[in-house]
């Protein structure tokens, strides 16, 4: 579907991050903000909440450690039972290491691997840069007009206050 | 004036940069065509690899014989420079996870080449264990997989499986951790390449980035539990390389303070070799003004830290083999600090203990020069370490009956080499395409835009 949106341009972290919490206060759309770098406070300004992606790591590390201590009980005592030393079967704190191991493993990799997948990375992906010097020095606001009311010579005042360098209104299909 | 500001830090980055500027200098060090001096490392480098290579490729023909083990001294070269250069390997974990715990804004210029040092290192390692095997090349029955010997599994309880875990855990995490921490300035690069080979390098591994902050907040996220995991996994690593030696009952090895001393004696060894690199990076680079005097003396006070607890550690050491009652145990380090190599033991003391006290003085340690000569006594030194460690109790053992010597060969020495030719064959390679400092890390921190407080860390 396409929609109206409005890009507003900065130079500075302060000022980007002065308009989005204005724009927010405005109660206006955020459909998201462009930046060179992670802008700290960026997150309280746009209001976005908390990534998930600590569960999948939670989760898959937990995974992972119960998985393995099974398997090493498994192939140590019931698959083949060899006796090495006279070691115990049941060698828990030797199990240790491997599991501790494992489950890093398994909680770091996977949790990239969702990072990729929610936030749509992927190899040889084409960037869609909304402009194109946002990866090295722009910070870039980027609005939906949600409804008539919307009043862009307004909002282009509004933005000037922050310095804006740049504003515009394209119809899109942003994500 | 307020007291905070008497205590603020000068800025981390020198001059007022602004964020294009930042993009160009740092690009401009991997865009630009490599110097004559580059080419000159680099020949050097890959020849000395390819001297290690060919030695490699003659003992994998003959067999570990062609090397100056025998069957009371089973360990030797190898096995000292696995735990050397894993050692190294620790700081750049140190820096890129521990000191992004721990809010120090300082890792930004020096986290990303770091890291690098950390893959390279550990995959110089790495390699040891493999050309150790008897068959090399069925290395691969480390993995427990069902098999059709039986299924016969690995032996969990062994140090040497929890070893091969360790480590391919260590080189799969670190490589991931840089490679997440790559992507942004992959996409700065992509954006500013004009040349296609390249363009299509950059396009393909910067995985469509576009600086979306949905997609930065998902990253912080994700760099932080990354850098949470890398944490004890660092600590884990070494520890299991001690356990390889202190799970066996050899006097000099069976001992509980192994796995501090070896984890402080990794890290310390690391920031000798991180300071080594950096003192030629920003020079030949000419990336100055990025990695400062500054980063230097931070690094520096490091390594008098660490270089303390190695300290402390051998003088411990030695206490409770002389306190413990034991001759054997007492015979162990009486040998090794006046039997046959007690030269390798005072020259480990020597470089460890004393020479990072001279870091104490502030002249020297803003000294280039001074800090440079020091570092690469460190790297001796803690080579010598594990040399000493492996070599002086395998030499000696309960039996007299069962000593021998151990003298390397021409191909032990060839592979040495041959592991620092792999390391800064890999190194100059990431300096030729890859930005060396990262460049989205130094923009949160520059001063650009910002007021005195706000970066200083």
């Given at each position: 579907m396409s929609r109206r949106l409005f890009y507003a341009a900065f130079e500075h972290e302060q000022d980007a991050l002065g308009a989005t919490t204005a724009a927010r206060q405005h109660g206006f759309k955020i459909v998201d903000v462009y930046a060179p770098y992670a802008v700290h406070g960026m997150e309280e300004a746009m209001a976005l909440a908390p990534s998930k992606l600590p569960w999948v790591c939670f989760a898959l590390g937990l995974i992972g450690a119960l998985l393995k201590v099974w398997f090493e009980y498994w192939t140590t005592w019931i698959a083949w039972p060899l006796n090495v030393g006279g070691k115990p079967w049941d060698s828990l704190p030797a199990f240790v290491p491997v599991t501790f191991e494992v489950m890093v493993f398994l909680a770091g990799v996977s949790t990239v691997i969702a990072f990729f997948i929610v936030a749509r990375l992927g190899p040889g992906k084409k960037a869609a840069l909304p402009m194109p010097r946002v990866t090295d020095d722009r910070f870039l606001l980027v609005l939906e007009e949600t409804d008539a009311a919307f009043d862009a010579a307004k909002v282009s005042s509004l933005f000037r206050q922050f310095h804006a360098v740049q504003v515009d209104e394209r119809v899109g299909e942003a994500a | 004036?307020?007291?905070?500001?008497?205590?603020?830090?000068?800025?981390?980055?020198?001059?007022?940069?602004?964020?294009?500027?930042?993009s160009a200098e740092i690009g401009a060090a991997a865009e630009r065509k490599p110097t004559w001096l580059w080419w000159l490392a680099f020949l050097m480098s890959s020849g000395t690899l390819l001297v290690g290579a060919a030695a490699v490729a003659y003992e994998f023909s003959l067999g570990v014989g062609t090397w100056g083990?025998?069957?009371?001294?089973?360990?030797?070269?190898?096995?000292?420079n696995f735990v050397f250069w894993i050692g190294i390997g620790h700081a750049g974990t140190f820096i890129s996870a521990i000191l992004y715990l721990f809010r120090q804004k300082w890792r930004t210029s020096v986290n990303r080449s770091a890291e690098a040092m950390t893959l390279f290192a550990v995959a110089c390692a790495g390699v040891f264990p493999i050309i150790h095997l008897g068959r090399p090349w069925l290395f691969f029955w480390l993995i427990p997989y069902p098999n059709t010997r039986g299924s016969l599994w690995v032996n969990f309880r062994s140090p040497l499986v929890w070893d091969f875990f360790a480590i391919s855990t260590y080189f799969t995490i670190s490589l991931t951790f840089w490679y997440v921490g790559l992507i942004p300035d992959l996409a700065t690069l992509r954006d500013r390449c004009r040349r296609r080979v390249r363009g299509w390098f950059y396009r393909f591994f910067s995985l469509g980035w576009d600086g979306s902050y949905r997609t930065w907040q998902r990253y912080e996220t994700v760099y932080m539990l990354l850098a949470g995991l890398a944490t004890p996994l660092v600590v884990s690593v070494h520890t299991i390389v001690s356990w390889d030696f202190a799970t066996s009952i050899l006097p000099g090895w069976h001992s509980t303070i192994f796995p501090p001393y070896f984890v402080a004696g990794a890290i310390f060894s690391g920031f000798a070799m991180v300071l080594t690199l950096m003192i030629i990076v920003r020079r030949a680079m000419h990336l100055e003004s990025y990695i400062t005097l500054r980063h230097i003396e931070l690094m520096c006070k490091l390594v008098i830290l660490t270089g303390g607890i190695v300290g402390l550690s051998y003088g411990i050491e030695v206490f409770i083999a002389l306190y413990s009652g034991d001759p054997y145990e007492q015979y162990a380090f009486v040998n090794r600090a006046a039997g046959a190599l007690a030269w390798a033991y005072w020259i480990t003391v020597g470089c460890n203990v004393l020479t990072p006290q001279l870091l104490w003085f502030k002249k020297l340690r803003t000294s280039l020069k001074a800090v440079f000569a020091i570092s690469?006594?460190?790297?001796?030194?803690?080579?010598f370490e594990r040399f000493v460690i492996v070599v002086t109790s395998l030499e000696r053992d309960f039996l007299p009956s069962s000593w021998a010597w151990f003298s390397p060969t021409r191909i032990d020495v060839a592979i040495l080499a041959g592991s620092f030719g792999l390391f800064f064959t890999l190194f100059l390679l990431f300096c030729r395409f890859v930005p060396v400092i990262s460049i989205a890390d130094v923009k949160g921190v520059l001063t650009y835009g910002r007021t005195s407080k706000e970066v200083s860390a």
């Open positions: - | 004036m307020g007291v905070a500001e008497l205590i603020s830090h000068p800025p981390l980055i020198e001059g007022e940069k602004t964020l294009q500027q930042v083990v025998n069957s009371t001294v089973g360990w030797a070269f190898a096995i000292t690469i006594l460190i790297n001796i030194g803690m080579w």
